[in-house]
Structure formats: C-alpha cells, structure tokens
C-alpha cells in the first residue's frame, strides 16, 4: 500500500531541478530560522516575526508547486491538505466582522453587552472572537507550520532525510546551548530569553518542558536516520556502507535520556520511556535480521546506560519533582473552571488566543497568585475553549487521518514515516500536560512529521 504523489517531481517546472533545489534550501532557512528564533510562546514578537518572514518564501513556493501541478492530487495526499486548509481557516473565520444581530446571539458574549452598556454605546460589528488581536496572532503564527508541511511535501525523500538531520543538528545544539547555562550562573547569555527557567537546561527554548519535548520527538527521528535509505541499500555489496550512524545514533539516545533526567520535566521523564522504545522499535522494523537486531541492541544498551546514571546521579530531584505541591497542582485545580468556561462559548469557542481574557473572568478568588497562568497547560483543552466543537471535529478528523497514515507507514513505510508518526504521538501525548504545539519550534517539528507522514508514498531514490 503507497501512497500518492502530491506533485510530480520528475517533470520540468520552470527550471526543474534548480526549482525543486530552490525550495529545499528555503526549508533549510525555515529550520534555522526557526531553531534560532522560535523557542518560546510569549514576549519574542521580533523573533516570531522574524521566523514568519523567513517561513514565508517555503510557503508561496510550496503552495505554487502544489497548485501547478500536473496531475491531480490523489486521495492519500488530499487528505492531510484538506486538514491543513481546515486548520488555517478557523482564525480567519474567527476574524470576520459580524452584524450585531449575529455575534450578539452567540454564547459568551454577555460580558461585552455589558461593557457596551457601561459606555452607552451602539453595539458594532465584531468578529466572533473576544481578541482579535491575539487570533490575529494565532494566524501569523500558523505560517511557519503551514510552509513546513507544504514544503515537505514538495521534498524527496533525500532531501526529507537531510531536513530530519537538520532536526537532529539543531537539536544537537541545543544541547550544546544546555551544556553553557548549566556551567553558568543563572542569568548568563547563555540563556536567550528573558521569561525561561533559570538555572535549568533549556537548550534553545524558554520552557525546559518544551526542550524536553523536542528531545522526545527527535529520538525516533535519529533512530531512522540510521537506517540506510533504499539508494544505500542498493549500493554493490561490495561498497562503503555508513557504519558511523549507528553510533551516533547510540550516541544521541544516550545524551537525550540525560539530558532529559537533568532538565527534569515530568512530562519528560514520563515519556522517555515510549520515545526510547519507538525509537528500537523504529530500528528493528526498518534495518531488519540480524544488522537491525544488532543496532536496535546497541541503542538499547546505550539508552540503559543513560537510565542508570540518571538514577544514581539525579534519582532525588527528579523524585522531588513528583512530590505533591499546591503550586505544581495548579493546572489540575484550574481545569475544571477552564471546562466549564468552554462550554459557556460552545459551539463557536471564544477565539483562538483569547484563553487569558476568558480565565482571568472566570479564575476564582482562591487560585489567584503571583504566577501568570497563561495557558490551560492542556491543548486540548484550550482548543475546545478557544473553538468550540469546531475545533473538536477538526481534531478528529487529523486523528483519522493519522490513525490510517501510521498504521501504512509502520506495514509498508519508510523508516522515516514510522519515526514522523511517533514523534507526533509523543507531541500529542506532551499536550495533555503542557502546551508544545504552540510554541514555534516544536509547531514547526510536528509539521514536518506531518508532512513526511503525508507523503510516504514517494519511494526513496
């Protein structure tokens, strides 16, 4: 079972092979861009801007390429795309101004009646949402993500496998990034925003839980990137096979699962587990007999070893990190005023960035602090406060398509669609707790694992 072509690659388009040349270096920019600028969700609007401008260029010529392609896109490619559309359509939909007649007879809105009463004013025409200005935001926001998935999907699998490497570069400095601030004092240069945890490994995010996801999601990655591609595998048997990968591999399992006991995020901690056992699983599906056998062992010893000496080294923090407090509690406590607030603006939703505006209405007395809780610390959550049953059957459609996408990736795949659609489970599995999608850099990650999923049916060459 394969998958469709989105375009076709193997046919002129307006200088060939230099156009297809042209978008690949523009999704090289878009990663670096996006590493450098786009760790963290809030108070950096110079540096989402700077990573919207960069992303902009991949998105017009993916989208160019898509649209002028010579033959139509088939059902397996449509699928995702229709998705994606529907994503990026709600804030524009949520933007547009309403009669009164209409957005007053939406749920929720009573609180702006009433503000309009005060000044005795004309109710005017308003968009759905309570914040424009923040889904206005919300909007910009999606066009890193959306040009990685569309330009993914304009790659070949070399040039999809030398993105995923890029990945892992960046990941790798990061953790060079983690290494300085660790050696620092808190407050170095080595932190690069203002608003992070101080005294923590962060790596080149604001948030350690954010670092931590991207480490998780980057395991499977690194694990398929061993795996020789099916124009290596057909080398003469008597040629140079790549013998360094393995190790490196190894290697990076092994400074992950480190990394991750040493920035000590719950949700990190938790799932360490499920992304080592993809990432063997990844191995042993794609290399096979013994030589898959053999590196799917050597990244397992090296994945103990890091276990073990996290253990004895870092075994009490991370245990204090588990241990019962009213300020790690927080989130739990406030979930409940979050659900019902969602269903007092279903089914529209509030507006997509609007969560501080809601909240702040609706927090009690009794969890006010001098924290700032700014996310619902659960996307899904959020998602159903900011978009009602809307965003619900969105969500539910991406999950029918991912759930027919991963289950052909891991039968009849690449080694890369197995690892893309573990680390979009990995993501999927963070945002229960915290909030890694919105954050630029891991946005950008789990478009990219969409768009490999979405275009597995490629063969590599």
């Known amino acids: 079972m394969h998958e469709g072509r989105t375009v076709q690659r193997d046919r002129p388009d307006h200088g060939g092979p230099a156009a297809v040349d042209v978008l690949f270096v523009l999704a090289v920019v878009s990663v670096a861009a996006v590493g450098l600028f786009g ?26 390429r898509i649209v002028r392609a010579e033959s139509p896109l088939q059902r397996p490619a449509a699928a995702p795309l229709s998705v994606l559309i529907l994503i990026a359509a709600v804030p524009l939909l949520q933007l547009i101004p309403l009669p009164p007649s209409v957005w007053t ?127 290596l595998s057909s080398r003469p048997t008597g040629a140079r096979k790549p013998v360094l990968a393995p190790w490196l591999a190894g290697l990076f399992v092994l400074i992950s699962v480190v990394a991750l006991g040493v920035i000590r995020s719950r949700a990190g901690i938790i799932l360490a587990g499920p992304a080592v056992l993809a990432a063997l699983a990844v191995l042993w599906r794609g290399a096979g007999g013994r030589q898959g056998r053999r590196i799917a062992a050597g990244v397992a010893v090296a994945a103990g070893v890091a276990a073990v000496a996290v253990t004895a080294f870092a075994l009490s923090p991370i245990l204090d990190r588990f241990a019962p407090q009213a300020s790690v509690e927080f989130r739990y406590q406030a979930w409940p005023y979050v659900a019902d607030a969602a269903r007092a603006f279903l089914p529209w939703g509030s507006g997509l960035g609007s ?20 996310h619902a610390h659960n996307d899904y959550l959020e998602l159903w406060l900011e978009t009602g049953w809307v965003g619900a059957a969105i969500l539910g459609l991406f999950l029918a398509w991912l759930a027919v996408a991963a289950w052909r990736a891991w039968m009849s795949g690449s080694d890369l669609a197995r690892a893309a659609s573990a680390a979009i489970v990995l993501l ?31 063969s590599e060459g």
């Open 39 to 64: 760790g963290a969700s809030r108070e950096n609007a110079l540096r989402l801007a700077a990573v919207e401008l960069c992303t902009l260029p991949l998105a017009t010529l993916a989208i160019r």
């Open 105 to 231: 007879a939406l749920p929720g809105q009573t609180p702006r009646l009433e503000a309009l009463g005060l000044i005795h004013a004309a109710p005017p025409w308003l968009p759905m949402t309570l914040s424009p200005r923040d889904t206005r935001g919300v909007a910009l926001a999606l066009i890193p993500p959306v040009a990685m998935w569309l330009g993914t999907l304009c790659l070949t699998p070399v040039q999809t496998r030398r993105l995923g490497a890029l990945w892992i570069a960046v990941g790798v400095a990061g953790l060079v990034v983690g290494v300085a601030q660790l050696a620092t004092p808190a407050g170095s240069p080595a932190y690069i925003y203002q608003t992070t945890n101080l005294g923590s490994l962060v790596g080149l995010f604001a948030n350690r839980n954010h670092e931590a996801g991207f480490l998780l999601a980057l395991l499977p990655v690194a694990a398929a990137l061993t795996v020789p591609s099916a124009r």
């Open 355 to 374: 969560f501080d505006r809601v909240f702040e209405a609706v927090e009690p007395l009794t969890l006010v602090a001098p924290t700032y809780f700014n």
């Open 428 to 458: 999927m599995a963070q945002s229960w707790v915290d909030y890694p999608l919105r954050t630029e850099t891991l946005a950008m990650l789990f478009a990219f694992c969409c768009g490999v999923l979405a275009n597995q049916g490629r």
